[in-house]
Protein backbone atom coordinates (compact mmCIF):
# COMPACT_ATOMS: atom_id res chain seq x y z
CA UNK A 1 0.00 0.00 0.00
CA UNK A 2 1.23 3.33 -0.50
CA UNK A 3 2.14 4.99 2.36
CA UNK A 4 1.81 8.40 0.92
CA UNK A 5 -1.55 7.71 -0.35
CA UNK A 6 -2.43 6.98 3.34
CA UNK A 7 -1.02 9.75 4.91
CA UNK A 8 -2.67 12.51 2.93
CA UNK A 9 -5.59 11.67 5.52
CA UNK A 10 -4.86 11.54 9.12
CA UNK A 11 -6.74 8.73 9.63
CA UNK A 12 -6.38 8.42 13.24
CA UNK A 13 -7.76 12.23 13.94
CA UNK A 14 -10.94 11.16 11.93
CA UNK A 15 -11.67 8.30 14.21
CA UNK A 16 -11.78 10.72 17.12
CA UNK A 17 -14.34 12.69 15.65
CA UNK A 18 -16.94 9.19 15.16
CA UNK A 19 -18.01 8.24 18.86
CA UNK A 20 -19.25 4.79 17.64
CA UNK A 21 -15.62 4.19 16.21
CA UNK A 22 -13.54 4.53 19.52
CA UNK A 23 -16.41 3.14 22.01
CA UNK A 24 -14.67 -0.58 23.12
CA UNK A 25 -16.55 -3.20 20.73
CA UNK A 26 -16.92 -6.76 23.14
CA UNK A 27 -13.78 -5.03 24.87
CA UNK A 28 -11.79 -4.74 22.35
CA UNK A 29 -11.04 -1.96 19.75
CA UNK A 30 -14.43 -1.70 17.08
CA UNK A 31 -12.94 -2.56 13.58
CA UNK A 32 -15.69 -1.05 11.26
CA UNK A 33 -16.00 -2.67 7.94
CA UNK A 34 -19.39 -2.40 7.06
CA UNK A 35 -19.80 1.13 5.57
CA UNK A 36 -21.39 -0.40 2.81
CA UNK A 37 -24.39 -1.44 4.88
CA UNK A 38 -24.76 1.90 6.63
CA UNK A 39 -21.83 4.89 6.77
CA UNK A 40 -21.31 5.56 10.66
CA UNK A 41 -22.11 9.48 11.32
CA UNK A 42 -19.30 11.64 12.91
CA UNK A 43 -20.30 12.79 16.25
CA UNK A 44 -20.94 16.72 14.22
CA UNK A 45 -23.97 15.05 12.25
CA UNK A 46 -25.10 13.69 15.51
CA UNK A 47 -24.99 17.17 16.95
CA UNK A 48 -26.35 19.25 14.38
CA UNK A 49 -29.78 17.15 14.52
CA UNK A 50 -29.94 16.88 18.46
CA UNK A 51 -29.52 21.31 17.90
CA UNK A 52 -31.89 21.06 16.13
CA UNK A 53 -34.22 18.64 17.68
CA UNK A 54 -33.51 21.15 21.05
CA UNK A 55 -33.60 24.21 19.95
CA UNK A 56 -34.73 24.63 16.26
CA UNK A 57 -37.93 22.17 16.35
CA UNK A 58 -41.07 22.56 14.73
CA UNK A 59 -42.85 21.60 11.09
CA UNK A 60 -41.77 23.33 7.65
CA UNK A 61 -43.54 25.13 4.66
CA UNK A 62 -46.41 25.57 7.21
CA UNK A 63 -47.38 28.88 9.32
CA UNK A 64 -45.57 32.59 9.65
CA UNK A 65 -43.80 31.48 13.14
CA UNK A 66 -40.40 32.25 12.65
CA UNK A 67 -39.71 28.94 14.31
CA UNK A 68 -41.31 27.44 10.95
CA UNK A 69 -39.09 29.71 8.94
CA UNK A 70 -36.62 29.26 10.43
CA UNK A 71 -36.95 25.31 10.51
CA UNK A 72 -37.87 25.70 6.81
CA UNK A 73 -34.53 27.95 6.09
CA UNK A 74 -32.39 24.72 7.42
CA UNK A 75 -34.68 22.05 5.51
CA UNK A 76 -34.20 23.73 2.29
CA UNK A 77 -30.41 24.92 2.93
CA UNK A 78 -29.80 21.07 3.38
CA UNK A 79 -31.79 20.67 0.08
CA UNK A 80 -29.24 23.37 -1.47
CA UNK A 81 -26.15 21.09 -0.67
CA UNK A 82 -27.37 18.08 -1.52
CA UNK A 83 -27.99 19.81 -5.47
CA UNK A 84 -24.26 21.26 -5.15
CA UNK A 85 -22.96 17.65 -4.11
CA UNK A 86 -24.32 16.15 -7.36
CA UNK A 87 -23.85 19.15 -9.16
CA UNK A 88 -27.52 19.15 -10.30
CA UNK A 89 -28.72 22.91 -12.30
CA UNK A 90 -31.73 23.44 -9.99
CA UNK A 91 -32.91 22.41 -6.02
CA UNK A 92 -36.11 21.80 -8.07
CA UNK A 93 -34.50 18.75 -8.90
CA UNK A 94 -33.77 17.21 -5.56
CA UNK A 95 -36.91 15.52 -4.45
CA UNK A 96 -36.51 14.08 -0.47
CA UNK A 97 -37.27 10.90 -0.12
CA UNK A 98 -36.65 8.17 2.68
CA UNK A 99 -34.20 6.52 0.80
CA UNK A 100 -32.68 4.97 -1.97
CA UNK A 101 -35.65 2.17 -1.90
CA UNK A 102 -38.08 4.91 -1.69
CA UNK A 103 -37.33 7.30 -4.40
CA UNK A 104 -37.04 4.00 -7.15
CA UNK A 105 -40.52 3.49 -5.81
CA UNK A 106 -41.60 6.48 -6.53
CA UNK A 107 -39.84 6.48 -10.21
CA UNK A 108 -41.56 3.62 -10.65
CA UNK A 109 -44.88 4.20 -9.71
CA UNK A 110 -44.97 8.05 -10.96
CA UNK A 111 -42.99 8.25 -14.08
CA UNK A 112 -43.13 3.76 -14.92
CA UNK A 113 -47.05 3.78 -14.60
CA UNK A 114 -47.56 6.74 -16.64
CA UNK A 115 -45.23 5.50 -19.11
CA UNK A 116 -45.09 1.88 -19.64
CA UNK A 117 -47.61 -0.80 -21.36
CA UNK A 118 -48.38 -3.99 -21.90
CA UNK A 119 -45.60 -5.21 -24.22
CA UNK A 120 -42.49 -3.04 -23.40
CA UNK A 121 -39.43 -3.47 -21.12
CA UNK A 122 -37.49 -2.84 -18.19
CA UNK A 123 -34.26 -3.76 -18.91
CA UNK A 124 -31.69 -4.26 -15.55
CA UNK A 125 -28.50 -5.25 -14.81
CA UNK A 126 -27.42 -8.29 -13.79
CA UNK A 127 -26.19 -6.85 -10.33
CA UNK A 128 -28.70 -4.71 -8.81
CA UNK A 129 -29.80 -4.30 -5.35
CA UNK A 130 -33.02 -5.97 -4.58
CA UNK A 131 -34.38 -2.31 -4.62
CA UNK A 132 -33.93 -1.71 -8.11
CA UNK A 133 -34.88 -5.07 -9.17
CA UNK A 134 -38.38 -5.82 -7.03
CA UNK A 135 -40.45 -2.09 -7.34
CA UNK A 136 -40.00 -2.65 -11.05
CA UNK A 137 -40.94 -6.53 -11.51
CA UNK A 138 -43.91 -5.04 -9.79
CA UNK A 139 -44.40 -2.32 -12.42
CA UNK A 140 -43.79 -4.84 -15.02
CA UNK A 141 -46.64 -7.31 -13.52
CA UNK A 142 -49.28 -4.17 -13.14
CA UNK A 143 -48.34 -3.34 -16.51
CA UNK A 144 -47.47 -6.72 -18.59
CA UNK A 145 -43.97 -5.64 -19.24
CA UNK A 146 -41.36 -7.77 -19.21
CA UNK A 147 -37.76 -7.76 -17.08
CA UNK A 148 -34.60 -8.34 -19.23
CA UNK A 149 -30.77 -8.84 -17.98
CA UNK A 150 -27.45 -7.53 -18.75
CA UNK A 151 -25.38 -10.13 -18.15
CA UNK A 152 -21.81 -9.75 -16.19
CA UNK A 153 -18.49 -12.07 -16.54
CA UNK A 154 -16.86 -13.73 -13.77
CA UNK A 155 -15.15 -10.58 -12.84
CA UNK A 156 -18.20 -8.66 -11.91
CA UNK A 157 -17.72 -6.96 -15.73
CA UNK A 158 -21.45 -6.30 -17.75
CA UNK A 159 -20.87 -6.80 -21.00
CA UNK A 160 -21.46 -4.13 -22.77
CA UNK A 161 -21.95 -6.06 -26.14
CA UNK A 162 -24.49 -7.78 -24.65
CA UNK A 163 -26.28 -4.35 -23.58
CA UNK A 164 -26.29 -3.25 -27.51
CA UNK A 165 -28.60 -6.25 -28.43
CA UNK A 166 -30.69 -6.21 -25.43
CA UNK A 167 -31.49 -2.23 -26.18
CA UNK A 168 -34.48 -3.04 -29.01
CA UNK A 169 -37.30 -0.60 -29.50
CA UNK A 170 -39.64 -2.63 -26.77
CA UNK A 171 -37.05 -1.41 -23.68
CA UNK A 172 -38.42 1.63 -22.16
CA UNK A 173 -36.09 1.90 -19.02
CA UNK A 174 -32.65 0.80 -17.84
CA UNK A 175 -31.87 0.54 -13.99
CA UNK A 176 -28.52 0.30 -13.59
CA UNK A 177 -26.19 0.51 -10.44
CA UNK A 178 -23.37 2.75 -10.23
CA UNK A 179 -21.26 1.08 -7.76
CA UNK A 180 -22.51 -2.76 -7.11
CA UNK A 181 -22.35 -3.39 -3.03
CA UNK A 182 -21.90 -6.90 -3.46
CA UNK A 183 -19.02 -7.06 -6.31
CA UNK A 184 -17.57 -3.41 -6.05
CA UNK A 185 -17.82 -2.52 -9.82
CA UNK A 186 -18.27 0.73 -11.01
CA UNK A 187 -19.96 0.28 -13.66
CA UNK A 188 -19.08 2.65 -17.34
CA UNK A 189 -22.18 4.76 -16.65
CA UNK A 190 -21.41 7.85 -19.45
CA UNK A 191 -21.02 4.78 -22.08
CA UNK A 192 -23.92 3.05 -20.73
CA UNK A 193 -26.34 5.98 -20.36
CA UNK A 194 -24.52 7.18 -23.68
CA UNK A 195 -26.24 4.05 -25.45
CA UNK A 196 -29.30 3.55 -23.85
CA UNK A 197 -29.60 7.33 -25.05
CA UNK A 198 -29.58 6.33 -28.88
CA UNK A 199 -32.24 4.52 -27.98
CA UNK A 200 -33.91 6.88 -26.57
CA UNK A 201 -34.28 4.71 -23.38
CA UNK A 202 -34.16 6.48 -19.92
CA UNK A 203 -32.24 5.49 -17.12
CA UNK A 204 -32.78 5.03 -13.74
CA UNK A 205 -29.15 5.21 -11.67
CA UNK A 206 -29.03 3.82 -8.37
CA UNK A 207 -26.18 5.69 -6.54
CA UNK A 208 -26.11 3.90 -3.16
CA UNK A 209 -22.71 3.05 -3.21
CA UNK A 210 -21.39 5.21 -5.51
CA UNK A 211 -22.18 8.71 -3.38
CA UNK A 212 -19.92 7.91 -0.55
CA UNK A 213 -16.66 7.33 -2.52
CA UNK A 214 -16.99 9.28 -5.82
CA UNK A 215 -17.30 12.73 -6.46
CA UNK A 216 -20.92 12.60 -8.77
CA UNK A 217 -22.15 14.57 -11.48
CA UNK A 218 -25.61 13.95 -12.66
CA UNK A 219 -25.17 16.12 -16.00
CA UNK A 220 -22.02 15.27 -17.12
CA UNK A 221 -23.21 11.70 -16.64
CA UNK A 222 -26.66 12.58 -18.72
CA UNK A 223 -28.69 10.25 -15.93
CA UNK A 224 -32.34 10.59 -16.57
CA UNK A 225 -32.82 9.68 -12.18
CA UNK A 226 -30.24 9.51 -9.53
CA UNK A 227 -30.86 8.14 -6.29
CA UNK A 228 -29.02 7.58 -3.46
CA UNK A 229 -29.49 6.98 0.66
CA UNK A 230 -27.91 9.43 3.56
CA UNK A 231 -27.35 6.56 5.78
CA UNK A 232 -24.49 5.46 3.40
CA UNK A 233 -22.83 8.61 3.02
CA UNK A 234 -22.13 9.33 7.19
CA UNK A 235 -25.84 11.13 7.48
CA UNK A 236 -28.91 9.15 9.21
CA UNK A 237 -31.30 6.94 8.27
CA UNK A 238 -34.55 8.30 6.91
CA UNK A 239 -33.85 10.11 4.52
CA UNK A 240 -32.92 9.90 0.39
CA UNK A 241 -32.82 11.74 -2.66
CA UNK A 242 -34.06 11.76 -5.83
CA UNK A 243 -32.73 13.65 -8.65
CA UNK A 244 -34.43 13.94 -11.70
CA UNK A 245 -34.38 15.91 -15.19
CA UNK A 246 -36.45 19.08 -14.96
CA UNK A 247 -38.96 18.08 -18.15
CA UNK A 248 -39.56 14.18 -16.60
CA UNK A 249 -40.17 15.37 -13.17
CA UNK A 250 -42.46 18.15 -14.39
CA UNK A 251 -43.90 15.47 -16.49
CA UNK A 252 -44.84 12.83 -13.49
CA UNK A 253 -47.66 12.83 -11.62
CA UNK A 254 -47.80 12.50 -7.88
CA UNK A 255 -47.10 9.05 -6.34
CA UNK A 256 -48.67 10.20 -2.71
CA UNK A 257 -51.04 13.05 -1.38
CA UNK A 258 -51.64 14.75 1.30
CA UNK A 259 -50.91 18.03 2.69
CA UNK A 260 -47.83 19.97 1.68
CA UNK A 261 -48.04 19.31 -1.84
CA UNK A 262 -50.99 21.03 -3.19
CA UNK A 263 -52.19 24.37 -3.92
CA UNK A 264 -55.19 23.77 -3.51
CA UNK A 265 -57.94 21.50 -2.73
CA UNK A 266 -62.09 21.25 -2.89
CA UNK A 267 -64.11 18.54 -2.66
CA UNK A 268 -64.50 18.59 -6.34
CA UNK A 269 -60.77 18.91 -7.41
CA UNK A 270 -57.05 19.16 -6.13
CA UNK A 271 -54.58 21.09 -7.40
CA UNK A 272 -50.50 19.82 -7.27
CA UNK A 273 -47.50 22.42 -6.10
CA UNK A 274 -44.71 22.41 -8.88
CA UNK A 275 -41.85 20.29 -8.29
CA UNK A 276 -39.94 18.88 -5.87
CA UNK A 277 -43.14 19.78 -3.67
CA UNK A 278 -45.65 17.56 -5.32
CA UNK A 279 -43.92 14.80 -4.50
CA UNK A 280 -43.08 15.33 -0.70
CA UNK A 281 -46.67 14.95 0.82
CA UNK A 282 -46.92 14.77 4.60
CA UNK A 283 -44.55 16.16 7.21
CA UNK A 284 -40.78 15.17 6.07
CA UNK A 285 -38.09 14.33 7.84
CA UNK A 286 -36.55 17.24 8.93
CA UNK A 287 -33.85 16.67 11.33
CA UNK A 288 -33.04 14.16 8.54
CA UNK A 289 -32.34 16.41 5.95
CA UNK A 290 -30.66 18.69 7.51
CA UNK A 291 -28.34 15.88 8.99
CA UNK A 292 -27.48 15.05 5.98
CA UNK A 293 -26.77 18.66 4.91
CA UNK A 294 -24.35 18.52 7.70
CA UNK A 295 -22.91 15.07 6.12
CA UNK A 296 -22.03 16.41 2.92
CA UNK A 297 -20.46 19.68 4.76
CA UNK A 298 -17.86 16.86 6.94
CA UNK A 299 -17.42 15.09 3.14
CA UNK A 300 -16.74 18.33 1.58
CA UNK A 301 -14.11 19.06 4.24
CA UNK A 302 -12.23 16.07 3.74
CA UNK A 303 -12.74 16.00 0.05
CA UNK A 304 -14.21 13.31 -2.02
CA UNK A 305 -10.87 13.02 -3.87
CA UNK A 306 -8.76 12.35 -0.85
CA UNK A 307 -10.87 9.80 0.44
CA UNK A 308 -11.39 8.03 -2.80
CA UNK A 309 -7.50 8.49 -2.52
CA UNK A 310 -6.90 6.53 0.28
CA UNK A 311 -9.96 4.02 0.27
CA UNK A 312 -8.00 2.44 -3.12
CA UNK A 313 -4.73 2.54 -1.52
CA UNK A 314 -6.66 0.63 1.62
CA UNK A 315 -8.91 -1.41 -0.83
CA UNK A 316 -5.73 -2.62 -2.92
CA UNK A 317 -3.68 -3.98 0.37
CA UNK A 318 -7.03 -5.66 1.74
CA UNK A 319 -6.70 -7.38 -1.58
CA UNK A 320 -3.39 -8.63 -1.54
CA UNK A 321 -3.23 -9.65 2.28
CA UNK A 322 -6.95 -11.55 1.53
CA UNK A 323 -5.36 -13.12 -1.89
CA UNK A 324 -2.18 -14.73 0.19
CA UNK A 325 -5.15 -16.62 2.66
CA UNK A 326 -6.00 -20.55 1.36
CA UNK A 327 -9.07 -21.10 0.21
CA UNK A 328 -10.34 -17.90 0.10
CA UNK A 329 -12.08 -16.93 -2.85
CA UNK A 330 -12.67 -12.71 -3.52
CA UNK A 331 -16.38 -12.26 -5.52
CA UNK A 332 -15.77 -9.06 -7.82
CA UNK A 333 -12.50 -8.40 -9.21
CA UNK A 334 -13.61 -5.71 -11.48
CA UNK A 335 -10.96 -3.23 -12.78
CA UNK A 336 -10.97 0.03 -10.62
CA UNK A 337 -13.64 -1.23 -8.39
CA UNK A 338 -14.36 0.35 -5.20
CA UNK A 339 -13.78 -0.31 -1.82
CA UNK A 340 -15.97 -3.41 -1.26
CA UNK A 341 -14.59 -6.87 -0.76
CA UNK A 342 -16.46 -9.72 -0.91
CA UNK A 343 -15.21 -13.17 -0.25
CA UNK A 344 -15.82 -16.99 0.64
CA UNK A 345 -14.15 -19.27 2.54
CA UNK A 346 -13.72 -22.90 1.14
CA UNK A 347 -15.89 -24.93 3.64
CA UNK A 348 -17.34 -22.53 5.43
CA UNK A 349 -20.57 -20.24 5.74
CA UNK A 350 -20.39 -16.56 5.23
CA UNK A 351 -23.04 -16.37 8.47
CA UNK A 352 -20.00 -18.56 10.76
CA UNK A 353 -17.23 -16.21 9.47
CA UNK A 354 -19.64 -12.94 10.24
CA UNK A 355 -19.66 -14.08 13.84
CA UNK A 356 -16.58 -14.92 14.70
CA UNK A 357 -15.48 -11.73 13.04
CA UNK A 358 -17.48 -10.08 15.22
CA UNK A 359 -16.42 -11.09 18.26
CA UNK A 360 -13.13 -10.22 17.44
CA UNK A 361 -14.70 -6.67 17.05
CA UNK A 362 -14.26 -7.02 13.32
CA UNK A 363 -17.68 -5.60 12.24
CA UNK A 364 -18.50 -6.94 8.49
CA UNK A 365 -21.26 -7.86 6.39
CA UNK A 366 -22.55 -11.98 5.46
CA UNK A 367 -25.50 -12.87 3.74
CA UNK A 368 -26.94 -12.04 0.02
CA UNK A 369 -26.80 -8.22 0.55
CA UNK A 370 -29.91 -7.79 -0.82
CA UNK A 371 -28.46 -9.29 -4.14
CA UNK A 372 -29.83 -12.55 -4.68
CA UNK A 373 -29.63 -12.71 -8.72
CA UNK A 374 -25.83 -12.13 -7.82
CA UNK A 375 -25.46 -14.63 -5.86
CA UNK A 376 -27.22 -17.24 -7.85
CA UNK A 377 -24.95 -16.17 -10.98
CA UNK A 378 -21.76 -16.81 -9.04
CA UNK A 379 -23.46 -20.48 -7.46
CA UNK A 380 -22.54 -19.25 -4.11
CA UNK A 381 -25.51 -19.00 -1.07
CA UNK A 382 -23.90 -15.73 0.18
CA UNK A 383 -20.48 -13.83 1.01
CA UNK A 384 -18.56 -12.07 3.58
CA UNK A 385 -18.29 -8.86 3.13
CA UNK A 386 -15.95 -5.96 4.43
CA UNK A 387 -16.49 -2.23 3.24
CA UNK A 388 -14.06 0.24 3.38
CA UNK A 389 -14.39 4.35 4.68
CA UNK A 390 -11.95 7.10 4.74
CA UNK A 391 -12.05 6.43 8.50
CA UNK A 392 -10.50 2.94 8.11
CA UNK A 393 -6.89 2.20 8.16
CA UNK A 394 -4.28 -0.78 7.93
CA UNK A 395 -4.94 -1.78 11.55
CA UNK A 396 -8.52 -2.33 10.45
CA UNK A 397 -7.55 -4.88 7.57
CA UNK A 398 -4.62 -6.85 9.73
CA UNK A 399 -7.44 -7.49 11.82
CA UNK A 400 -9.76 -8.92 9.41
CA UNK A 401 -7.06 -10.92 8.56
CA UNK A 402 -6.00 -12.10 11.60
CA UNK A 403 -10.19 -12.87 12.48
CA UNK A 404 -10.37 -14.80 9.25
CA UNK A 405 -6.88 -16.99 10.23
CA UNK A 406 -9.18 -17.54 13.61
CA UNK A 407 -11.81 -18.82 11.44
CA UNK A 408 -9.96 -21.28 9.36
CA UNK A 409 -8.08 -22.59 12.64
CA UNK A 410 -11.44 -23.45 14.34
CA UNK A 411 -12.70 -25.22 11.31
CA UNK A 412 -9.87 -26.86 10.25
N1 LIG B 1 -29.06 0.00 -3.74
C1 LIG B 1 -27.85 -0.38 -3.31
C2 LIG B 1 -26.76 -0.58 -4.31
C3 LIG B 1 -27.63 -0.57 -1.94
O1 LIG B 1 -26.42 -0.97 -1.52
C4 LIG B 1 -28.69 -0.36 -1.04
C5 LIG B 1 -28.50 -0.60 0.41
O2 LIG B 1 -27.83 -1.52 0.81
C6 LIG B 1 -29.92 0.05 -1.54
C7 LIG B 1 -30.07 0.22 -2.89
C8 LIG B 1 -31.10 0.28 -0.64
O3 LIG B 1 -30.89 1.40 0.14
P1 LIG B 1 -31.94 1.82 1.28
O4 LIG B 1 -32.21 0.57 2.08
O5 LIG B 1 -31.25 2.88 2.04
O6 LIG B 1 -33.17 2.29 0.58
Request: a negative charge; aromatic letters at 6%; one cysteine or more.
Amino acid sequence: MSELTLTSLDVAKIREDFPLLTTPFHGKPMHYLDSAVSGQMPGVVIERMAHYQRFEHTNVHRGVSTLSQEATDRFEEAREKVRAFIKAPSVKQIVWTRGTTEAINLVAQSWGRTNLKDGDEILLSAMEHHANIVPWQMLATEKGASIRVIPMDDRGVLDLDALDALLTPRVKVLGITHVSNVLGTVNPLKEIIAKAHAKGVVVVVDGAQAVPHLAVDVVDLDADFYVFSGHKLSGPTGIGVLYGKKELLEAMPPWQGGGNMILSVSWEKTTYMGVPGKFEAGTPPIAEAIGLGAAIDYLNAIGLDRIAAVEHALLDYATAELSNIEGLRIIGTAPGKASVLSFVLEGIHPHDVGSILDHEGVVVRAGHHCAQPVMTRFNIPATTRASFAYFNDKADVDALVAGIQQVKEIFS
